[in-house]
């Protein structure tokens, strides 16, 4: 979101990897990625892991340093290479080559119709806790007008399929304990309406218009 949107998207907590091979592939992978470094950037994998089953993840945490100084520590998350939309997106991220800092001219991101199928199915898994920010990151799509609703139903439907934990069409009600955070999140952004039922009616007319399509 940030990379594609930086002025009108909320701020990520860690990031997602779709890497080829089984889990223990994926981490020599990454851990040879990371030996790689980047710029004045060097990293560190911390020896905390955790096996995220239902979607056959692998999180870890990444201790990166910026010359001599600790810059932060991430979560990255190190999910299967299933995805068939890839974009190469140009970064928006605002103020980096002011700090100086080393900006690729594109990165490899999950195609956009790809992505809202997966936060689709995430926020409205059984049991599905602290995913509000999914719901407005999916109408944050689709106010921009950058989505193929036929293309997301087509990518939701293979992704439901795999994890297997519910079934597409899922039911398109924002859960009442998310209400709060939902208008939170649709003030901070900001989102052309912080009302619960408005937010609650666009995202089941948008997943209408996605399974019709």
Avoid at 46 to 71: N, S
Avoid at 120 to 131: D, E, I, K, Y
Wanted: glycine share 6%.
């Amino acid at each position: 979101m940030e990379l594609r949107y930086a002025a009108v998207a909320r701020a990520t907590k860690d990031l997602d990897l779709a890497l080829d091979g089984d889990r223990a592939a994926r981490m020599r992978t990454f851990e040879n990625a990371l030996k790689l470094g980047f710029d004045d950037f060097t990293f560190r994998l911390k020896p905390k892991t955790h096996h995220l089953d239902a979607v056959d993840t692998v999180r870890v945490e990444v201790a990166i340093q910026h010359r001599t100084c600790g810059w932060q520590t991430i979560d990255v998350d190190l999910g299967p290479a299933g995805a068939t939309e890839v974009d190469l997106v140009a970064p928006a991220v605002e103020g980096l080559v002011e700090m100086n800092l080393a900006v690729p001219p594109q990165v490899r991101c999950l195609g956009i119709n790809e992505q809202v199928a997966q936060k689709l199915h995430v926020c409205t898994a059984p049991g599905a806790q602290g995913r509000a920010r999914d719901i407005l990151d999916i109408l944050r799509f689709d106010l921009l007008g950058k989505i193929d609703h036929a293309r997301v139903r087509t990518a939701a439907k293979r992704t439901f399929k795999e994890i297997g934990t519910h079934a597409f069409p899922p039911v398109a009600e924002i859960p009442a304990a998310w209400s709060e955070e939902v208008v939170n999140l649709a003030r901070q952004l900001p989102f052309p309406t912080d009302n619960a039922n408005e937010l609650a009616e666009r995202f089941r007319t948008l997943l209408t218009r996605i399974v019709e399509s």
